[in-house]
């Protein structure tokens, strides 16, 4: 049982997965989405948020047969314990795997933007050190944090949409809709749904909820209509404001929305998005500290050491690679790893769960 | 407890060693403006302006400014040597103005602003323009003691306002170039004797490349109507040439509407109409006030006037190959099949553009 | 400049009596001298005897022989009765009108009945004479007795009831706390008549047996607080208590936290309204600031006169007060950044203008902020001691010649004068000097961080505050609600100020029992 002290409200739950949803992946999801959807990339977009809503149900009608166990539990408890070890651990080395691989890019990004010269090691250590030190709090204190700079993702949006009317934009740079072709805007949405990962939090913080059995699947629902809408938006006015061909060439398009503005005080307000951005993207990666160190935590070592020592290995991970090519190969597999860990796990474990455990619900009342 | 404390000094220690991307301010030093040329010999000539800003004490700030020159055969390195020979670090992407010299821009301006769209502080919101003659000309003009740079990009802001020339900057004109079926038209700049600048007109491009033909002052006005690019307000002043007398007239365009329809008949010939309605203000009129203003017949004069020139500048166009319409785009979007099978390049001069312009008087101002 | 005198002075006299009575490592033989002292010659538990002589000798040598120790010798009942007092804790006056002019006057019948005190007590232990001699009352021995007569002639010499100088408010009420703690409970109690106002007593100090009393609503305040804070007073074994501050330290959650956890204030006004919310006030004897547990970070940014102006302009003025907590904190940093990272966020006209007054200052804009920052401090604290003429003079020759001088000759730009001019005003704004005083020093970190990695280190920086803010907890409570946790219903009456009608329940931050705190507002409107 998860004690009182430790449990979050479906309100905190909404903003921790879109905390942890909306992070790195945004700055050059036009990008990538338009490398294969080509003008429809949002429909792309939409798409991917339709899988993820998919896997919100089977998530929930997974969890909602063990409402007071994590996922390390449930595995445990259904597969048996030597296997259930083993996919744990799986589930582990993913957690730390996305939670590294987002801070590469986060680093790289930084470099790229605003600090070019200094080293990537100290950018990545002074991240870790912020993640470790609010992570090694509970999960409340986390989802206190998250909901209070939710302000600032909310206060971007404000932004956009006032952007949206005030940038020159060409709606003929979308048109005719749907001339990608299927099997391009499902190849977009693959990629979008990797910039949308964090979703899967859920299957650790499900039993922290309040009343965790009773409406939360309309908590995550908004929470995917928001990232999806969120993203779908900024896509889109990406999508209409570059031409195809330069959007190919700009990494970062989200940034160079920003960049093409100057008001009379500031000019270069990309910058300033970047460095609020930090915050967004810092918090995607204290989710995956939180989920790895959830998911072995056990008796051996105490929570706040498992946080230390996730820590340093994210670091040490996030160390090794330094060119695009190591980065975008990192990339693939850790994307391949997810689709096992997200998508077929869960699934797996739902339909084992309705052949062998029928019976677990009712121990729950 | 004394392991934290090692560890936090060897932090600290680190981060003393810090500062790597540091650029302090004072040890920058300004470009207000750069020019780029073609010289003789094919080499590639940026001219800068760099400022040189000093305090005067009491608030005051005495700017002063220096040409340098870099010449290499390609843009690529310019700025590093530019950077040799300035004091301190340079800082090209505050510049505020690009100039390209006709020359060089028939070449093609893409490679030259490529840097800027890449650089890490590159302020992307700078003007270009297109100069007639060498660029370096009209960069090394001096005007009293104030910088160039910032005449030229007052003169072009407003000339942006008043509907002379297009509201472009460095990030849409990236964006133009790059989209197939739509050309760009950039303001064009010549240098008045003995010191003065002024606008010319616009230039129009054909994708990169700079087409040689130009409109002037008044037909870019009236272009820009035509591509419902009315800023604030747009003035112009017309001769109404009749057989009895000449009159002329200026008037305020306040508001307008324009209806653009591309139609493929089965030829495969494209037409093209603009309609534009114009909802003017007269501004000036000398008239005969013995009679009432027949406001209907101005409107009809008037209206029969500017198609003509609307005219005018569609034949240039088309001279230049510049589809500032982008006529292309929309059928890339409403006929892809034709879309594919056309070689725009060549098949833009067979469009039919046809121009109408609707002028209705909405104001006379104070005088009847 | 505001700062409080009284406690920077009183903090001063512990640092003095801590020096004095020897350095730290003496600590353990001090304790034990002390406790030795404290214990001899008389147990705690002796009881008095039958014979008088024998009880004077012990009160006598209880009180070490001290020589104010007054003994006056009368006869009552035709037997001796001996009067004990302690010279300087005793109103004289009161002495004799009330004890011993009676006494001489009857000659018999019941002391009890004969004296005109208000407080008569029966006491039997000798360490209970004692204390009662330390708290004023005088002692009256009899022959062949075994039990003294306290009576109370406690000398009261407290200064009248004043605004505080550093709490002042323009439309609010103008009295304020002063150090005795009766007077205290005394202006609590007018505001608040109710008789679920409870007052409890702690006596704290083995030397100095400071009074230190608990102040709360019965009903509405969480038994579990109530607990936890009885607890933590009632673990605290000090030999000396002087101040508010010495128990503010003692039972703190997070005493290396930069924030002040709890609210010290002078003002009646400002005590009753958290006494009302269901929060804890401590008093401590010889204080005139009392403090409020649990208490939030917005409480450090409100003030009485918010709710006495209209909720638009209270509402305002709070909000500007969050602003300048901002301000005080990224203002130096973000002009750092800029200046010696991100020029290119600036637009041309303003980069000219810093650029100019760059010109020439031969220090990084790190070495020139912190300069200032301290030059700043320093005037400052030198102003606070000095008397008022004194003082002001001191502001112009920091403000006018320093700040002049200095631009001149090169040594600071412009701008940063402006920068830190304007960062020290920001901090000035928050109504509890503390609070400003916190904001100013985090502004240290966020500069180093900016002059090392810019923007990012500002971002940085500032996360790890709010996170230190969402995590820190008092007494329970978080410090900062109601924003984390988000509360909508408390932002009404902690960010902004809406009218009092809007206000039904009550802040939740410290878990009242009860949270409806008004019925019926503008009931009128409906008639």
């Not at chain 1, 597969?79 to 744990?88: A, C, D, E």
């Not at chain 1, 930084?110 to 993640?131: E, F, H, K, R």
């Not at chain 2, 309609?275 to 007269?282: A, H, L, N, S, T």
């Not at chain 3, 304020?176 to 007018?190: A, P, V």
Request: aromatic letters at 10%; hydrophobic letters at 45%; charged letters at 20%.
């Amino acid at each position: 049982m998860i004690s009182e002290k430790l449990s979050i409200t479906k309100f905190q739950l909404f903003f921790l997965l879109i905390q942890s949803q909306i992070g790195i992946g945004l700055l050059s999801l036009p990008n990538i989405v338009q490398k294969s959807a080509k003008s429809d990339g949002w429909i792309s977009i939409i798409l991917a948020g339709v899988v993820i809503q998919f896997l919100m149900v089977v998530y929930y009608l997974l969890l909602k047969r063990y409402p007071d166990d994590l996922l390390s539990n449930i595995t445990e408890k259904i597969l048996g314990f030597l296997l259930g070890k083993v996919v744990n651990f799986i589930i582990y080395i993913y957690f730390i795997l996305t939670g590294s691989l987002s801070l590469i890019l986060m680093v790289k990004i930084i470099n790229l933007y605003l600090l070019p010269v200094t080293p990537g090691w100290v950018i990545s250590l002074l991240v870790i050190c912020a993640c470790v030190y609010l992570t090694t709090s509970d999960l409340r204190i986390i989802a206190r944090f998250f909901v209070l700079v939710s302000t600032l993702i909310i206060l971007l949006l404000f932004t956009n949409i006032v952007l949206a009317f005030y940038i020159p934009k060409e709606i003929q740079y979308i048109l005719p809709i749907g001339s990608a072709g299927t099997k391009n805007i499902l190849i977009g949405s693959n990629s979008a749904l990797l910039a949308m990962l964090g979703f899967e939090g859920l299957l650790f913080m499900f039993p922290y909820v309040i009343h965790n059995t009773k409406g939360l699947l309309k908590t995550t629902s908004f929470a995917n209509l928001f990232v999806t809408s969120f993203y779908t938006f900024i896509t889109f006015l990406c999508l209409i404001k570059f031409s195809p061909e330069q959007l190919q060439q700009i990494r970062e398009p989200v940034l160079y929305l920003f960049r093409g503005l100057a008001y009379k005080m500031f000019d270069r307000i990309d910058l300033i998005f970047l460095s609020i951005w930090i915050v967004p993207m810092t918090t995607s990666i204290i989710m995956y500290l939180f989920l790895a160190s959830k998911s072995i935590s056990g008796q051996k070592m105490s929570y706040k050491k498992t946080v230390l020592v996730n820590g340093v290995l994210i670091f040490l991970i996030s160390l090794i690679p330094h060119t695009d090519e190591i980065t975008n190969l990192m990339n693939k597999y850790v994307s391949y790893f997810s689709y096992a860990v997200i998508m077929v796990l869960p699934v797996f474990l739902l339909i084992l769960s309705f052949i062998f455990k029928r019976h677990e619900r009712g121990v729950t009342n | 407890m004394k392991k934290k404390q090692l560890l936090i000094l060897i932090i600290l220690n680190l981060f003393l060693a810090g500062c790597w991307d540091q650029h302090l301010l004072v040890n920058k030093t300004f470009v207000n403006g750069i020019s780029f040329d073609l010289t003789e010999e094919g080499k590639i000539q940026a001219t800068v302006r760099s400022l040189n800003i000093k305090g005067k004490g009491g608030g005051q700030i005495e700017i002063e400014d220096e040409l340098i020159y870099a010449e290499r055969p390609s843009p690529v390195g310019l700025s590093i040597d530019i950077d040799n020979m300035v004091a301190g670090e340079v800082d090209l992407h505050q510049a505020h103005i690009v100039l390209i010299g006709d020359e060089l821009a028939k070449k093609g301006i893409n490679q030259l602003l490529e840097p800027f769209y890449r650089g890490k502080e590159s302020n992307i919101t700078k003007k270009i323009a297109i100069s007639k003659g060498k660029a370096e000309t009209i960069i090394s003009t001096e005007i009293e003691k104030s910088p160039i740079a910032f005449f030229i990009l007052q003169t072009i802001e407003g000339a942006e306002k008043a509907t002379y020339l297009p509201d472009e900057n460095i990030l849409t004109v990236w964006t133009k170039i790059l989209t197939p079926g739509k050309d760009i038209i950039l303001p064009y700049l010549e240098k008045i004797e003995p010191d003065r600048i002024g606008i010319a007109g616009v230039a129009l491009m054909h994708g990169e490349k700079f087409s040689g033909e130009t409109l002037s002052k008044e037909q870019s006005s009236l272009l820009l109507l035509l591509l419902d690019q009315l800023n604030v307000t747009s003035r112009m002043a017309l001769v109404l040439d009749q057989e009895q007398e000449e009159r002329s007239i200026a008037f305020f365009t306040r508001k307008m509407k324009r209806d653009m329809e591309i139609t493929v008949d089965k030829s495969g010939k494209i037409i093209c109409s603009v309609d534009i309605k114009m909802q003017i203000e007269v501004n000036s009129y000398p008239q005969d006030f013995k009679e009432d203003l027949n406001i209907k017949e101005i409107e009809k004069e008037l209206s029969e006037e500017l198609t003509k020139q609307a005219n005018e500048i569609i034949t240039t166009l088309l001279q230049a190959n510049c589809d500032a319409f982008g006529i292309g785009m929309k059928i890339s979007t409403k006929h892809p099949d034709l879309w594919k099978k056309l070689n725009w390049d060549e098949e833009y001069k067979n469009v039919q553009i046809e121009p109408k312009v609707n002028v209705k008087i909405i104001k006379t101002g104070n005088v009847y | 400049m505001l700062l409080n005198k009284e406690g920077k002075l009183r903090k001063e006299l512990i640092q003095l009596v801590s020096q004095v009575e020897g350095y730290n490592h003496m600590s353990f033989f001090k304790k034990k001298s002390i406790r030795s002292i404290s214990n001899s010659p008389i147990n705690e538990s002796q009881l008095l005897t039958n014979d008088i002589n024998k009880n004077i000798h012990s009160i006598r040598d209880y009180h070490c022989r001290t020589e104010d120790l007054m003994v006056r010798e009368l006869i009552f009942n035709k037997n001796i009765c001996t009067i004990f007092y302690l010279d300087s804790m005793v109103n004289k006056d009161s002495l004799h009108s009330s004890v011993i002019g009676p006494i001489v006057e009857t000659k018999y019948g019941e002391i009890q009945h004969i004296v005109k005190t208000t407080q008569v007590k029966f006491t039997s232990r000798i360490s209970d004479v004692g204390s009662d001699l330390l708290d004023g009352f005088c002692i009256i021995l009899r022959e062949n007795n075994a039990t003294a007569i306290s009576l109370s002639v406690v000398e009261n010499t407290s200064r009248s009831i004043e605004e505080p100088d550093n709490e002042r408010s323009i439309i609010s009420s103008h009295d304020g706390f002063i150090e005795d703690i009766g007077t205290n409970i005394f202006l609590l109690r007018k505001r608040v008549k109710t008789p679920q106002l409870k007052v409890k007593y702690f006596s704290v100090g083995k030397l100095t047996n400071t009074k230190v009393s608990m102040v709360f609503i019965e009903n509405l305040t969480d038994k579990k607080l109530i607990k936890e804070v009885e607890r933590r007073i009632g673990s605290i074994e000090v030999d000396q208590l002087l101040s508010f501050g010495d128990i503010e330290d003692y039972i703190e959650d997070n005493p290396n936290s930069i924030f002040p956890q709890m609210l010290t204030t002078e003002r009646p006004d400002r005590a009753t309204s958290y006494l009302t919310e269901g929060k804890i006030l401590l008093i401590v004897d010889g204080s005139p600031r009392i403090m409020i547990v649990p208490i939030t970070f917005f409480a450090f940014y409100q003030s009485p006169d918010d709710y006495n102006s209209r909720w638009i302009i209270g509402t305002f003025f709070r909000l500007i007060r969050f602003l300048s907590f901002i301000v005080a904190i990224t203002f130096p940093a973000i002009y750092i950044a800029v200046v010696s990272y991100h020029s290119e966020v600036l637009p041309i006209g303003i980069l000219y203008s810093i650029r100019v007054s760059l010109e020439n200052v031969p220090f990084p804009p790190l070495i020139e902020a912190f300069a200032m920052q301290i030059t700043l401090e320093l005037l400052k604290e030198a102003s606070i001691r000095l008397p008022t003429p004194i003082a002001q003079t001191t502001g112009i020759v920091g403000g006018l010649v320093i700040g002049t001088a200095v631009v001149e000759a090169s040594f600071v730009s412009n701008i940063m004068i402006v920068v830190i001019g304007l960062t020290a005003i920001a901090s000035f704004v928050a109504p509890v000097n503390e609070m400003g005083t916190s904001a100013r020093l985090l502004g240290f970190p966020v500069m180093i961080a900016a002059s090392l990695f810019g923007f990012f280190g500002i971002v940085l920086v500032l996360m790890g505050i709010f996170m230190h803010l969402c995590k820190l907890q008092t007494f329970g409570t978080p410090y900062f609600a109601p924003l984390a946790p988000f509360k909508m219903e408390d932002i009404k009456d902690s960010i902004v100020r809406l009218s009092f009608w809007k206000l039904n329940s009550r802040p939740t931050d410290s878990k009242p029992i009860y949270k409806k705190q008004q019925w019926r507002t503008r009931g009128w409107k409906n008639n």
